[in-house]
């Protein structure tokens, strides 16, 4: 099968959904700014705060005690796979969908995260989620949709039929 323009356009049509992904989370991110003193948890339910922190690393504070060089390292690596998600969304078949979705929801969450990096020179996060003395490390809209995203990818590697499987008769 060969690749067009006008089919790789039609897929990326989901697009609209990584900006509202990348939307949602600077706005949430800007307002965490603006209202939370940092490191001050503010209670909202029993198990689940809103605590102003930055992440000068990646995933659960990764490199975040690196001497600075993590910042640059995590801003291309994100660019690399930003594109590599363009394309392959662009190449997908009109019926995939969910891998669509998965994909776009990544791309928010890549971009979101990528934008305070290069900004601030950290991560914002303030979702804070704990139970008793565990204390699951804090995370952002664009953290979550990263997330949901490669949980949709997981799901699809076990829940759809091999390309081999769905030519047969």
């Not at 990646?58 to 001497?67: D, E, N, T």
């Amino acid at each position: 099968m060969t690749w067009s323009l006008e089919e790789g356009a039609s897929r990326l049509r989901w697009l609209w959904l990584a900006c509202l992904v990348i939307l949602l989370d600077l706005g949430t991110k800007a307002m965490a700014s603006a209202w939370l003193t940092y490191g001050e948890p503010v209670a909202i339910m029993p198990m689940f705060n809103l605590t102003l922190l930055h992440n000068t690393g990646a995933a659960f504070s990764f490199l975040a005690g690196a001497a600075g060089w993590q910042r640059w390292f995590f801003v291309g690596l994100a660019v690399v796979v930003c594109a590599v998600l363009v394309r392959w969304l662009a190449t997908l078949k009109p019926h995939e969908n969910w891998l669509s979705i998965a994909i776009v929801l990544i791309l928010g969450g890549a971009i979101g995260n990528v934008y305070d990096r290069v900004v601030h020179g950290y991560v914002v996060d303030f979702l804070h989620f704990y139970w008793n003395d565990y204390h699951f490390p804090a995370f952002n809209i664009a953290d979550s949709a990263i997330t949901v995203g490669a949980g949709m990818m997981l799901i699809d590697l076990f829940r759809k039929p091999s390309d081999e499987e769905a030519d047969r008769p």
